[in-house]
């Protein structure tokens, strides 16, 4: 069900957020530079919801545990971009919410995430993409709310192998809402560095 899922998902960027730092994934890769600083504070992806977004969806109303498995209330795949047009309650307000931390604007972090490439340079390099904490946000899981999708800007590109790996990214956090056919975020990223997420 649809609350389970985003339960998923926090208890993944939990996770995600626990890894190490792994200069010898780096150094192989020859991906991550080495002149920038890392001054970056790790956050969490529940860290860029406001208080009440969050208390939302942990605490659904009834109704959310009587939705089966599959069925058409549950289903809000295929893009990035939420389906649910005017939100009834305080939780589907938080299924959607481009509601920010204004305080993280113009800080340096680095956040866990996987990648959705949205344009690319000559070499195939994703040069912009958006980050989402759980993989699947754009194929059959539901979509994150924008403020949970980071639209990220790279001078020099990204070699995105594949969708279904995990990186740790880190650059400037600014709180720009933008809003596009693909998807709605509330965040966007000058990215500074990037690495393979690896397990401790």
């Not at 649809?2 to 190490?20: G, P």
Request: glycine fraction near 4%.
């Amino acid at each position: 069900m649809l609350i389970r899922r985003m339960l998923f998902a926090c208890s993944a960027t939990a996770l995600l957020a626990t890894a190490c730092d792994n200069p010898a994934i780096q150094n192989y890769l020859g991906r991550a530079p080495t002149n920038i600083s890392t001054d970056y504070k790790t956050v969490d992806w529940t860290d860029l919801m406001p208080a009440n977004d969050l208390e939302a969806l942990l605490n659904p109303p009834d109704y959310v545990s009587q939705v089966s498995e599959g069925a058409a209330e549950d289903k809000r795949a295929g893009m990035l971009k939420s389906s649910i047009a005017v939100p009834k309650d305080r939780y589907q307000q938080a299924l959607v919410s481009s509601n920010v931390r204004p305080e993280l604007d113009g800080t340096d972090i680095r956040i866990a995430g996987y990648l959705v490439p949205v344009d690319y340079n000559n070499d195939q390099q994703a040069t912009a993409f958006f980050a989402v904490p759980f993989f699947g946000a754009c194929l059959h899981l539901p979509p994150p709310p924008p403020n949970q999708i980071i639209l990220v800007h790279s001078e020099q590109g990204v070699e995105i192998d594949d969708i279904y790996t995990p990186y740790w990214l880190s650059g400037e956090l600014n709180t720009d809402l933008l809003e596009n056919d693909i998807a709605e975020s509330a965040y966007t990223m000058t990215l500074q560095r990037y690495e393979l997420y690896a397990e401790p």
